[in-house]
């Protein structure tokens, strides 16, 4: 995945100026960043749950230009990519298996008895097969958030996007999801993650992104960018996390 010069307004309020990202096939990004910095926003244009304003996107060999793109092209690049969203995104009155299958057969068009087996698959990779019929409500929030991941998993993508996955749950349950993450990581996913777990970051990494303003002021390998930051603001940035 590349994206280019990925510039997003929010009426008169520039939030993304300009972002540049590579991800190579099996590699770990993760972007670092105050609140605000954008992070967030600039995930959700690279699966097009927002509209950049400008900018390229390549996904598998296929280029789309952000202020021409069409419906065609946004289905396309979101039957490569998947999304792990913070609030978890599941649909309360469908089971865990069914909110598994449903982006399965809308999406990519898949038979219910294909999505069913792809389903099963999917919650035995996060150890939740036994939970196939419970609703959201009978889950824990890690249970949840791995459902979330069960279901990004399923389609197969080119690249999975996490958007914070850890940021709403309980601090007794982070470790399990990022356990959970660490595995998938080591199977070859191509992962692009915004996270505030720091230690994650650094131990799985490929290559970590400093954001802050709606630019990436620093991007570099783990133990240079932690250990040998070169902008003063990521030194800022880390420096809590370096003195804990």
Request: net charge positive; charged share 25%; proline share 4%.
């Amino acid at each position: 995945m590349t994206a280019t010069n990925v510039h997003k307004r929010f009426g008169k309020h520039e939030v993304l100026k300009g972002v540049d990202l590579r991800v190579e096939p099996g590699q770990v990004i993760c972007i670092l960043g105050p609140s605000g910095s954008g992070k967030t926003t600039f995930l959700r244009c690279l699966n097009f749950l927002e509209s950049a304003d400008q900018g390229e996107l390549t996904v598998d060999g296929q280029t789309v230009n952000f202020n021409k793109v069409n419906q065609k092209d946004r289905l396309a690049i979101r039957r490569k990519t998947a999304m792990v969203f913070q609030n978890y995104a599941l649909f309360a009155n469908k089971t865990a298996k069914e909110n598994i299958m449903l982006p399965l057969m809308s999406a990519q068009k898949m038979s219910k008895s294909e999505s069913e087996k792809r389903a099963l698959e999917g919650l035995e990779k996060v150890s939740l097969l036994e939970r196939a019929d419970f609703y959201p409500s009978q889950l824990s929030g890690g249970q949840q958030q791995r459902i979330g991941i069960a279901r990004a998993l399923a389609i197969n993508p080119d690249v999975i996007l996490f958007d914070e996955p850890t940021s709403a749950l309980d601090p007794e349950l982070v470790g399990q999801v990022l356990g959970l993450m660490k595995d998938i990581a080591r199977s070859g996913v191509t992962m692009v993650v915004v996270t505030h777990e720091m230690q994650f970051a650094y131990e799985v990494s490929d290559q970590v992104i400093f954001m802050e303003g709606g630019v990436v002021v620093e991007q570099g390998t783990p133990e240079a960018l932690f250990y040998h930051p070169k902008k003063s603001r990521t030194k800022a940035f880390l420096s809590r996390y370096m003195n804990a």
